[in-house]
């Protein structure tokens, strides 16, 4: 099964982070999505998640 992408709608980044405020990537690896195979999809979802449990902790 495919891994779907993170992307939830919510496109803007962040100019400090340099993070998608919707779905935590950068623009590096929302550009890299498309060509990732399925292994490193489910690696930055992992990634992904760390980020945003790190951010909501600040908060």
Known sequence: MAVQSPCIGICRINTQSGMCEGCWRTVEEIRAWPKMADGQRQQLVL????????????D
Do not use: I, Y
């Open 47 to 58: 990634v992904l998640e760390e980020r945003q449990a790190e951010s909501a902790s600040f």
